[in-house]
């Protein structure tokens, strides 16, 4: 009985969560394998995938927020296949659509209502630095409002939902 129940708790240690995530991002990367069409010498932002140290306290708090959390086991790249046939090749610099999409995960998670509060808060160079570093975006080059909601039109309402 104790074998048994020590292998049920095993699969829930953070090893073997990331294990499984990583396997889950790997699958959908390989099924929806759809090339990005912009040159990424044009990128204003550029997110890349890192895996973080997670520390969990004693009293099962995760050090630096399930946000942390949530970077670390998660790879991102997986959204440029998902959503690249909603830009071309044209166009001038852009950013990164991983960026963005992270952008307003974070948006959402911390309860922003409007792009000008989030956005003026992301220019503050140590209040969020940790999400400018999760997604990739430079402190000097922070995406405008704008830009925000010219990427949820070109999406279009299904597909920003969907991704």
């Known amino acids: 009985m104790i074998m048994y129940l020590n292998k049920k708790v095993k699969r829930f240690w953070l090893s073997n969560i ?64 998902l959503i690249a046939n909603s830009y071309s090749v044209e166009g001038g610099n852009y950013y990164d659509s991983v960026s963005l999409i992270l952008l307003e995960v974070i948006k959402i998670w911390e309860k922003y209502e409007y792009y000008p509060d989030f956005l003026k808060d992301l220019e503050d160079k140590e209040k969020s630095a940790q999400y400018r570093y999760y997604t990739g975006i430079d402190a000097e080059n922070v995406p405008t409002d ?9 999406l279009g309402k299904e597909k920003f939902k969907s991704t």
Do not use: C, M, W
């Open 18 to 81: 990331r294990k499984e995530v990583q396997q889950a991002v790997e699958k959908l990367s390989t099924q929806i394998k759809v090339e990005f069409p912009k040159e990424p010498e044009r990128l204003l932002s550029s997110y890349v995938y890192r895996e973080f140290k997670i520390h969990i306290d004693k009293d099962g708090s995760i050090k630096g927020s399930l946000l942390r959390l949530l970077f670390s086991l998660i790879d991102f790249t997986f959204v440029r296949s």
């Open 146 to 154: 704008v830009t925000l909601h010219n990427f949820r039109d070109r």
